[in-house]
């Protein structure tokens, strides 16, 4: 089967069953889950994400900060730029799992953004762009590794390229400031984009 990038095809096992199950479902269910990621500038998480995956399967997305010191309340964005506090630039979704899998959204992921390169995003490296998968519940651990193993597999392993995204559970979130919500892109239209594409 040929992908073409931005398809949203899904290449691996556990994303295609949750496809097979979720993508018949048109009817929102009510239930809402959430997922959080960090791949890079959390501009450009939101930005596809709200793209490819808000209209169609009824995501919702806050950008923030997670995974740093728990001593520090409300960190600033100057905070977490100055590389000092440990919190990464993330983004948390809310979304209907009769609509779309977590084992989706997981490699959703992974293919919007370079997994092998370690705390930067393009050239620039900062601890706050590392790659994250911060997980809610026992069960989406469980998916987290499967799916990592599996894109491991099919689309790094083959490149002699190795995942450094790390898998934790989540900790404490904090909203990022108003300014940096979905107004900044729409004032921003072109920020987002920088660095981010779908790359299969």
């Known amino acids: 089967m040929t992908v073409v990038p931005g398809s949203l095809v899904p290449t691996i096992p556990s994303a295609i069953a949750s496809y097979e199950t979720t993508s018949k479902n048109t009817i929102p269910s009510g239930k809402v889950e959430v997922a959080t990621f960090a791949n890079g500038c959390?501009?450009?998480t939101q930005e596809l994400l709200?793209?490819?995956l808000g209209p169609t399967r009824g995501v919702n997305t806050t950008v923030g900060y997670t995974g740093g010191d728990e001593k520090l309340e409300n960190p600033t964005y100057?905070?977490?730029c100055s590389g000092t506090t440990g919190f990464a630039e993330a983004c948390t979704v809310e979304y209907d799992p009769e609509l779309v899998g977590y084992a989706e959204l997981v490699e959703f992921f992974y293919r919007s953004h370079?997994?092998?390169t370690l705390n930067r995003r393009a050239n620039d490296p900062r601890g706050q762009y590392r790659s994250a998968i911060f997980t809610h519940s026992p069960e989406q651990t469980r998916i987290a590794h499967k799916v990592t193993e599996e894109i491991q597999e099919k689309h790094f392993s083959p490149k002699q390229l190795k995942i450094v995204t790390t898998i934790n559970?989540?900790?404490t979130w904090y909203d990022a400031e108003a300014d940096h919500q979905k107004k900044y892109l729409e004032l921003n239209?072109?920020?987002?984009?920088?660095h981010n594409i779908l790359h299969w």
Do not use: E, I, L, M
Not at 189 to 194: E, I, L, R, W
């Open 42 to 44: 959390f501009w450009g």
């Open 50 to 52: 709200d793209k490819y």
């Open 78 to 80: 100057s905070q977490v």
């Open 114 to 116: 370079d997994p092998t």
């Open 169 to 171: 559970d989540a900790g």
């Open 189 to 194: 239209p072109d920020h987002g984009s920088t």
